[in-house]
């Protein structure tokens, strides 16, 4: 599979393709008749077909493997900006505190 750890929870359909292909090849020589070469032939496309799909699948599913990571980072960044906003405010807080107290100093002269 792919540099991904997969998270789609879907079950990989490679052994489904190469069992669909294992079937169309016995089944084209199981059948004997004087078409014998277009049905190996339409077994092998059958088959390229199958693997172009495979291709595609393993592709599709790394793509949102890799998305699924991109969000797991953006997640992150968005919880620690998050959190730095929680200490701004809390910053922010104590400022003012601080702003009132020396106010009230100023009154009292």
């Given at each position: 599979?792919?540099?991904?750890?997969?998270?789609?929870?879907?079950?990989?359909?490679?052994?489904?393709?190469?069992?669909?292909?294992?079937?169309i090849?016995?089944?084209?020589?199981?059948?004997?008749?004087?078409?014998?070469?277009?049905?190996?032939?339409?077994?092998?496309?059958?088959?390229?077909?199958?693997?172009?799909?495979?291709?595609?699948?393993?592709?599709?599913?790394?793509?949102?493997?890799?998305?699924?990571?991109?969000?797991?980072?953006?997640?992150?960044?968005?919880?620690?900006?998050?959190?730095?906003?929680?200490?701004l405010?809390?910053?922010?807080?104590?400022?003012?505190?601080?702003?009132?107290f020396?106010?009230?100093?100023?009154?009292?002269?």
């Amino acid at each position: 599979m792919g540099k991904y750890k997969d998270r789609s929870g879907l079950p990989n359909t490679c052994p489904k393709i190469d069992q669909v292909g294992d079937f169309i090849e016995r089944a084209a020589m199981d059948i004997t008749t004087p078409y014998g070469d277009d049905l190996e032939r339409a077994s092998e496309s059958a088959r390229e077909t199958l693997e172009e799909i495979r291709e595609v699948n393993l592709a599709l599913r790394e793509w949102g493997n890799e998305k699924a990571e991109e969000l797991e980072e953006a997640e992150k960044i968005v919880k620690d900006l998050e959190d730095k906003i929680v200490d701004l405010e809390d910053e922010i807080s104590r400022m003012q505190r601080r702003i009132e107290f020396l106010e009230e100093g100023e009154d009292q002269w």
